[in-house]
């Protein structure tokens, strides 16, 4: 059984940089056709796509963060990580790691329990 489990900082200071990391286990980050995403929800919202890192390591990103999201791995560990900088009270959300199983149709199979992060001085 696949089971992801988010870590980081709840609080975030405008301004700074949100760094959260996804732990895997009971799979590799490295096996062929997965992608592990980032997707938050903030309030009253739906799920955002964030970005993900592939099997290979190739990662691809959302526009809509303008270049503000890097998405790492460390395959050793078998984690991957997530860096947001320059965070606004906008990137207040409930933060999650997904496995994907293919692309561009596969399902979004296995999901983190979230992490909430609020931005606020």
């Known amino acids: 059984q696949v089971q992801l489990q988010e870590s980081g900082p709840g609080l975030v200071k405008p301004s700074q940089t949100l760094s959260l990391t996804c732990t895997v286990s009971?799979?590799?980050?490295?096996?062929?056709?997965?992608?592990w995403n980032w997707i938050r929800q903030s309030p009253g919202k739906g799920l955002e796509w964030i970005g993900y890192?592939?099997?290979?390591?190739?990662?691809h990103y959302s526009p809509s963060l303008k270049g503000r999201a890097s998405i790492s791995r460390d395959t050793s560990n078998n984690q991957f990580s997530l860096q947001l900088s320059s965070v606004t009270p906008e990137d207040t959300a409930v933060y999650y790691c997904?496995?994907?199983?293919?692309?561009?149709?596969?399902?979004?199979?296995?999901w983190g329990q979230g992490t909430q992060v609020t931005v606020s001085s």
């Open positions: 009971g799979g590799s980050i490295t096996t062929n056709s997965y992608y």
């Open positions: 890192i592939v099997y290979n390591g190739i990662m």
């Open positions: 997904v496995r994907r199983d293919g692309y561009p149709s596969g399902p979004y199979d296995y």
